[in-house]
T-cell receptor, first 111, second 116 residues
Framework: SQELEQSPQSLIVQEGKNLTINCTSS?????LYWYKQKYGEGLIFLMM?????EEKSHEKITAKLDEKKQQSSLHITASQPSHAGIYLC???????????FGTGTRLTVIP | GAVVSQHPSRVICKSGTSVKIECRSL??????MFWYRQFPKKSLMLMAT?????????EQGVEKDKFLINHASLTLSTLTVTSAHPEDSSFYIC????????????FGPGTRLTVL
């Protein structure tokens, strides 16, 4: 099974600052998903990366997957309080579509 | 850490039959449970949110009569796919949160449903 490690486990930043969250796999990833969870709510899908070197952006959030497809980073530019929550990366095994998730990163943005 | 189990892990059924999937929180009381569905090569889609003792809140586009959710206790929620069709074949995953876990979400291992 896949093992995903996320770092940092928690992050507190001042509003307006940039930040990066990392997700590392012990194996080559078939697909990498980033989700955000607001407290007490379900997952919100952010982005999916599948190709080595792929990079996607949505509003102020950019996600990258390295060439070896074992590491992904999520970068937030000019963070806002609305970005606060728990960020989860999830990975799909080749051909199985079962998702394994990282441990999550709790982000707090101080106004 | 908190453990969430799902049963069965895999199920194959004939078209027209109903299938029940169980989601259990093994070592904590789950005040809220979520049901997700994953389509091939796509993300998880939140289907519904269920709170113990109350009716589930379904996401837009999810048929409540098709996907019956019951959250009868603080450790068990069930999803019943009624009159299943091949297009219902998917990977269903539940998650659970509790107040004591600061609303962190713990995921079950998922159930793969195949409708023939």
């Amino acid at each position: 099974s896949q093992e995903l490690e996320q770092s940092p486990q928690s992050l507190i930043v001042q509003e307006g600052k940039n930040l990066t969250i990392n997700c590392t796999s012990s194996k080559t990833l078939y697909g990498l998903y980033w989700y955000k969870q607001k407290y007490g709510e379900g997952l919100i899908f952010l982005m999916m990366l599948q190709k080595g070197g792929e990079e996607k952006s949505h509003e102020k959030i950019t996600a990258k997957l390295d060439e070896k497809k074992q590491q992904s980073s999520l970068h937030i530019t000019a963070s806002q309080p609305s970005h606060a929550g728990i960020y989860l990366c999830g990975a799909a095994e080749t051909g199985a579509n079962n998702l394994f998730f990282g441990t999550g990163t709790r982000l707090t943005v101080i106004p | 850490g908190a453990v969430v189990s799902q049963h069965p892990s895999r199920v194959i059924c004939k078209s027209g039959t109903s299938v029940k999937i169980e989601c259990r929180s093994l070592d904590f009381q789950a005040t809220t449970m979520f049901w997700y569905r994953q389509f091939p090569k796509k993300s998880l889609m939140l289907m519904a949110t269920s709170n113990e003792g109350s009716k589930a809140t379904y996401e837009q586009g999810v048929e409540k009569d098709k996907f019956l959710i019951n959250h009868a206790s603080l450790t068990l929620s069930t999803l019943t796919v009624t009159s299943a069709h091949p297009e219902d074949s998917s990977f269903y995953i539940c998650s659970a949160t509790s107040v004591s876990s600061y609303n962190e979400q713990f995921f079950g291992p998922g159930t793969r449903l195949t409708v023939l």
